[in-house]
Structure formats: C-alpha cells, structure tokens
C-alpha cells in the first residue's frame, strides 16, 4: 500500500481555523477531497487543496505506484501550530496592545486502497458464494389491516368488509 505525504510549514491562518476544513475531507477520496475543498467558504481551503495535490504527486512518483489515483484517499491530515509572530499596536494613553499573527503547518497523508480481488469459485466451495445466495426466500408479512383483529382482539369495522 502506498502512502504519500505533503506539508506546508509556515501557512498564515491558526490551526484552529485550518483543522475546521481538514476535518472536511479526512476519510474521503482525492477527487472527492478536492471538490469539498473547491466549494468550501474558507480562504485557508485553497492552501490545503495545494498540499493535497502535492501529496497526491507525491504518491505518483513512489515506485509500486498502481498508476490509478482514484484509488487514493486522505488518510490523514491535521493542522498543527506554527511560529506566531508578535506585533505591537498602539492603544490609547500610551499603552500597547499585543497582536498575535499566528501560523500553521499543514500536513495531508494520502495511501491507496487495496486492490480487491474477486475469489474464484470452485466445484462445492462454500467460500466463494455471496451470502444468502443459498437460503430459500422467506415470505412477508403484509402490513394491511385486512382480516386483521386489532390489539383487543376484535375486528374493527373497516376489517370486517
């Protein structure tokens, strides 16, 4: 199975803001991933649509690469703080207020899924068969009211006709 990583260190949002969109698109698949993201009212959605494509590139040029990116997924991907930096602003009476820029490093792991290959079937292998496939079909129980009695036990007047 190959697993892909890409991070962009130094991205000017909080981890906070950036882990709201992340948890968009963890779990999905690339294109699926990337179309959440193109659609999303969140400027920070744009950076992380680069990692992910970088990511993505990056599983590319892995050797044992199946060639097939639909078979990629966002296996995870987070947010974590970065380097904030420390600004000054002038506050009335002389004071200073703090003003704290912060950033984040944004990291998305990307792995393939699996081939899933069918098991042939042989003369008698149980194993083979898709389940149910030798039950006989069970009859239905009918939710009409027809002939039906009632809690009590007696007919109702629309079960008697």
Known sequence: MIQAEATAKGVRTSAQKAGLVMDLIRGKGVNQALATLQFTRKIIAREIAK???S???NAQQKEG????????????CFANQGTSMKRVRPAPMGRAFRVVKRTAHLTVRVAEHP???ARVAQDGD????PRGAGKPARAR???GA??????TGRKTAATKA
Do not use: M, N, P
């Open 55 to 57: 990511a993505v590139a």
């Open 126 to 129: 149980a194993a083979a068969t």
């Open 51 to 53: 990692v992910l494509r």
């Open 115 to 117: 081939l899933k290959i």
């Open 65 to 76: 690469f199946g060639g097939d990116v639909e078979r990629l997924f966002v296996q995870a």
């Open 141 to 143: 129980k009918t939710g």
């Open 146 to 151: 027809a002939g039906a009695a009632t809690k």
